[in-house]
């Protein structure tokens, strides 16, 4: 057949054309209809508004509600589901939530919570410590459910028992002490659902049942809404949070600044554009939690010398570090590594003024320690390796994240003043991960592990739990250190529950720390948390430092947040 | 009709050919999905719960080319797999969540820019060498030639943030509830406003000079003399006799921008958060999320090809020059 010119006249063609985007356009509505869960789903005009946080990121969002997926909605993990026990690193206690108090056995191996009377699931059901033994019941018979208590269910947990309704009991295999946090912060899922679910790691739950002061209202793709419930078991004031995504930190900075957004992270200069835009209601406060170290592969020489990562150590500019990559919003790192808000008592003030030379700008210092080292000067000044070849390293961070960019290049600026060839490589997210996950790279940037004791961190710096032969996977140990020194002290920190034991061996740890120098401690890391005063009250900040301000951090402790906001009136 | 079957099977071929490309090129990319997901999670898992997740996650180690047979198998089952991003949401789900905004917004967006672009265009030829003609053309070219992205956060930063008139992103109004109602469709439209003026800004330069070259050559035909001379009104004139004849060209580079719509917009959707596809394919890229990259990848690619088949259908259909050519090489 020969397609008859005449039928398609010109006319045609265009018409042709909006009849295409009429069909687009009716494409559009049908694909994205309202999947509000329940009644309630208006608002707007007339109803008290409700918090928006700026917490969701990327293009559409799928309805994904299950608190044990990677990638599932912010709202599960935040405000649904709720843990036993939250971990406030800003005043350092384990705050009651569904349970109201712990216990340790005399040796240590059997761990007893009692649970909260009158919680109720948000379909009215009673909360039990039935529900408590299914949650970790099910962490254990499936593998790839994340949850806080992951690893702990895996390596030490024998057993968890229900004597009573209120309630539960883990038995340890061995005594492991630093459990205690992982267990207190699962989050929790009613049995009466969850036992019909036939694969918890594919489930989106897309209508999430918890204990949490919020339930789903509405969903669409790009933003979802949860309301304030009946019979939560304390007073919750403002009515709901509203919850959009954004393609980006640029997007939601300008939303922020705009007062569009009540709750957000991190906004760069906050003094500049966010506050001077609305002194009286734009507010931010970064309380430090952990440091930003600078990591060498201790796989390759010269960086298996502690005196060369030493050396190295003194030749770098912090406060050039702090000024430019936190707008001048921090301190320089001491000689431990840990963050002065992160563990209120744990560091040893001894220990670091003694060894304060060692995160100190000294070129002459760094100079002389590495000749001693045995990295002689070469041609142009430039420091030759052991065997006497030309040495030059790579510095890889991720591109786009603009702070560690703006260190790394502190970092070979001050390192080529002492004769270190240094070059500052940019790759992508992913390829970042890869490489540094597995210990293929030279150096590079890192946060330290912000766990709810020193025990992770120094865990993750320099046992052998942690380190992994090169090409083998680890997201703690980078730097791929380990000495027995530090596997016996962290033996011992996990047998004792007492604190103050606990504490005396963490300065052990300290001491190790500065001994063998795993990685270079550069400045702490603020945690990014920004507000507006104009629709809610109540926030945490430096003044009032009850809560994390932080919207997405490591621990559910949003929820601390929620019960002390007000609406304006 | 022969001409059309080579057409056809040319077609056919490129399709395998970019098929087998999509499931190479994303494992091509440095870096792998499994420590880009769990990356966030790295304080809570040990080494080991690493390697089960991966496990659970159907992330495999499998050779390149067994993985290749699997692709192709559900492939052609129509399974266009997981998303590891949104885990476990299908793909097809969320591609049904973007398409409908991405065809809304491109459509829209290259409408306006051809629209916009033919009457300035034909305008500008018709008043050759007029204060119109010198400047509003270079001055198109001129807007078309800044880069996009900095056009459209400059846009944004004006409009949105510094006089707050247009919303900032977003397909429509947290306030309002999807459906057939004056207030959603007004608020599609305030929304679609800056997007779509921005693609369109950009590419209104283009279809300017394309229908004014073309249009001054149709001028110097002798029936736009023979219409003048009947006294017709210069409107109908410009519009009836010569822009009619000088949009011919146009409208085939008009079905090839379309086919370019998916691809073309990604930086739009992602400045103005607008919850299209190309949104999508810039999350997939760096969560490494293979299966969404390749159903993306293969919509793209399939609807360029599929576009570019209807407009060699649609030359065959209009000029018998390239049926004639055909037949005779054949």
Redesign the interface.
Known sequence: MVVDPRRFGRRTLLRGAGALGAAAFTASLTGCTETGAGQGAKSGAGTAPLLTVASEQGSTLARNFNPFAASSRWAARFCVYEPLMIFNHVTGALEPWLATGFTWSQENTVLTMKLRDKVTWSDGRPFTAEDVTFTFDLLKRHKGLIGYATGAVANYVEAVRAPDAGTVEFTFKKAYTPALHDIAQQLLVPRHIWSAVADPVTHTNPDPVGTGPFTLTAFRPQMYELRRRDGYWQPIAIPGLRVPTYAGNDQINSALVSGQVDWGGLVPDPDRTFVAKDRRNNHYWWPRISDIFLFVNTTKAPFDDPAVRKALSMALDRRKMVDIAVWGKSEPANAVGIARDAYPGWIDESLTSAHAGLVTRDVAAANAALDTAGLARGAGGRRTGKDGEPASFDLVVPSGWTDFVAVAQIVTQNLAEVGVTVKLRTIGFDQWTSAVYNGRFDITLGPGERGASPFGYFRAMMSSFTRRPVGETSNLNFHRLAVPEADELLERFATVSDAAEQRKIGRGLQKLFVEVFPAVPLYEQPEWGAYSSRRFTGWPDAGAPYAPLRNSPRFPTPLLVYPKLKPVA | ?SFLLRRAAFYAVAGFVAVTLNFLLPRL?????????????????????????K???GLSDAPLLAQYADYLRSLLGGDLG????????PVT??I??????S??L???SV?IGFTAGTLLGSFAAWRRGSRFDTLVPPLTMFVGSFPYFFLA?LV??LF??RW?ALP?????G???????TPEFLGS?ATHLLLPATTVALVSVGAWVLSIRNTMIGVLDEDYLTMAEAKGLRTWRVMGHYAA?NA??PT?TS?GLA?GHVFSGQLLT?????Y??LG??L??AV???DYPLMQALFLMITISVLAVNFAVD??Y?????RV?GAATASS
């Open positions: 009709m990319m440095p870096g792998d999905p499994a420590t880009t997901l769990f990356a966030g999670y790295a304080d809570q898992l040990g080494p080991d719960d690493l390697a089960s997740l496990e659970a996650y997981t998303s590891l991003s949104q885990f476990p949401t789900d969320l049904r969540d973007g398409l409908g905004w065809l809304l491109g459509t829209v409408l956060l944004l930063y949105a943030v707050q900032q992103g977003h397909a429509y947290m306030d309002v509830a999807p459906g057939l599609v009619r949009i011919l409208v008009l379309v959707e992602v400045v103005f958060t919850p299209g949104n999508q810039y999350a760096t969560t490494h259908a649609l065959a259909a209009l000029d018998p049926r």
